[in-house]
């Protein structure tokens, strides 16, 4: 039978019942922890798709400042984050954890958004997978594979093998994140050998002042030999593309519940999460400019069509043409394991809320676990059910998987994904200095100022997400989709709102229940846990 963890803050079982049932406890260490959350970044599609665009319409060959300044932000927000992970082990991460800070009723509201986020992100990644699989086997293998065939091979692949313990998961993902993480080590390893690029190791590139500056240079037209345009770019976009480029890290609370000794093992992966892909990211971009040279990547990434070739050329200059075919394929690899990774997020949100039998009935089917798996297979399911009609309507309807279904889908889970970060910084402060939760934790930087900071860090990437949003949604800017996105977001946020004040009101014993099953040796109860 699956184990149990049982109540709410109160110490007593709640309206959930008696019990409910559990994770698989002590699945995963650390490793674990950080291969399922760091792939959701998708290290290798993230350089590659954005920092040609933080490059080319941002902040120039200064990107890397852009990811430095990103690091500092959302290191600031993990100091906060990982202190209440100390205290709270709940699957539901953002949705435990700002319920407990800053009220049952935005915690259910941030629920909703990170639940429909996760969702949208693995119909995303499956539209990414789909046209990079598509485009690689036409390529090199002379097969016209229609993309819907990639897209629903892939959603079929990730309800099996997420059916199964989550030690299987965590093994597919590190093996995934390996290869993606070596690939560009190697690429860099060729220019570090090599001396460095055509034109000097150009350290002004990791200033992070000019993380702030607008593009603003002439360069030669990579489409006309001997021409010269002048490239302007925004800031704005350039620190969007850097933020943009960890979502999903926050992933590694959710966990907690399957992790062995979570108290210990998460806030240590949510440090080394953001700040290790953060050095990564610095590192990467800085070296791919290096190899390719400042004012050629400027150059390159002005157009779509040669904008790869900033990490494509120093590949092929030092390595050979291997390796280019080679980052092709793990593209393609890299993002389905992201979509893997976020079918994982997707599952034990929809599992974490039904566990608590809001809605009767979800308690024994959404909340179930698999009694030989301690997986949460009913909510896997209901998953991809969820995410095969989305991809199905974007198929039927004729849209593109790339310009569509991953740039729509992608920027509407964003929206949702950045308010809920922002207010996750803000509950981290609520929890420690409003309510004076375990005060031996409190701390006037890391738990005050730190996670305040990248708070108001967070509220400005949104802004930037929001006033760029035409941009980033290229193509798909015209579409009824992009359009509606706003209004998804808020039909989200406030319908979670609405049924936790409906709750409160009309099933007070239900609304106690909101955020608070969490795992029973770190339940809060007002007092401080025993080690």
């Not at 319409?57 to 992970?85: D, H, K, W």
């Not at 998953?383 to 279904?405: C, E, H, K, N």
Request: glycine share 12%.
């Amino acid at each position: 039978m699956p184990e149990i963890l049982s109540g709410t803050d109160t110490g007593r079982a709640g309206p959930a019942g008696p019990t409910v049932q559990r994770l698989r406890s002590n699945a995963v260490g650390l490793p674990g922890v950080l291969f399922m959350a760091v792939a959701t970044a998708a290290p290798i599609a993230a350089m590659v798709a954005n920092v040609p665009i933080a490059i080319g319409f941002g902040i120039g060959s200064s990107a890397p400042a852009g990811y430095m300044v990103a690091t500092i932000v959302l290191g600031l927000f993990a100091l906060g984050y990982s202190a209440m992970a100390k205290h709270i082990t709940a699957t539901g991460a953002f949705y435990g954890f700002i319920s407990q800070g800053l009220g049952r009723v935005l915690g259910m509201s941030a629920g909703a958004l990170t639940t429909m986020a996760y969702i949208v992100f693995e119909a995303s990644l499956v539209g990414l997978f789909a046209y990079f699989g598509h485009s690689f086997a036409l390529q090199h293998l002379g097969w016209d594979v229609p993309w819907i065939v990639l897209a629903l091979a892939m959603l079929a692949v990730n309800a099996v093998l997420t059916y199964f313990d989550v030690t299987l998961t965590a093994k597919v993902l590190g093996v995934f994140l390996i290869t993606e993480i070596g690939m560009l080590l190697l690429m860099a390893a060729g220019i570090l050998f090599a001396g460095g690029g055509p034109q000097g190791w150009s350290l002004q590139s990791l200033n992070p002042l000019n993380a702030f500056h607008d593009l603003n240079q002439v360069v030669a037209d990579p489409t006309s030999s001997g021409a010269v345009i002048v490239a302007t770019g925004t800031a704005g976009i350039g620190l969007f593309f850097a933020f943009w480029s960890w979502v999903g890290f926050e992933s590694t609370a959710m966990y907690g519940e399957e992790s062995r000794n979570p108290k210990k093992i998460i806030p240590i992966a949510i440090m080394v999460a953001v700040l290790g892909i953060g050095v990564f990211y610095v590192f990467i971009s800085w070296i791919a400019i290096v190899g390719t040279g400042p004012d050629n990547a400027v150059s390159l990434a002005q157009n779509a069509n040669t904008a790869g070739e900033i990490f494509f050329g120093p590949a092929r200059e030092h390595l050979g043409q291997w390796a280019v075919y080679l980052f092709e394929f793990l593209l393609m690899t890299g993002s389905f394991a992201c979509g893997m990774a976020f079918h994982n997020c997707a599952s034990r949100y929809l599992y974490a809320i039904g566990r608590e039998n809001l809605v009767p009935g979800f308690g024994a089917t959404l909340g179930a676990t698999h009694p030989k798996h301690g997986s949460p297979h009913v909510a896997s399911f209901v998953q991809t059910g969820i995410a095969t009609v989305i991809v199905l309507w974007f198929f039927l309807t004729g849209r593109d998987p790339y310009t569509s279904l991953f740039a729509l889908m992608g920027l509407l889970g964003t929206s949702a994904i950045l308010i809920v970060q922002s207010l996750a910084a803000f509950a981290a402060v609520a929890y420690f200095h409003v309510h004076r939760k375990h005060p031996e934790s409190a701390n006037w930087f890391r738990t005050f100022i730190a996670p305040m900071l990248g708070g108001l860090g967070m509220v400005y990437v949104t802004y930037l997400l929001f006033t760029n949003s035409s941009f980033l949604a290229g193509a798909g800017a015209t579409d009824i989709v992009f359009k509606l996105n706003p209004w998804v977001v808020a039909a989200a946020g406030l319908g979670g709102l609405f049924f936790a004040l409906g709750c409160k009101y009309l099933a007070p014993d239900r609304y106690e229940s909101i955020g608070r099953i969490v795992l029973e040796d770190t339940r809060e109860r007002g007092e401080t846990p025993t080690n």
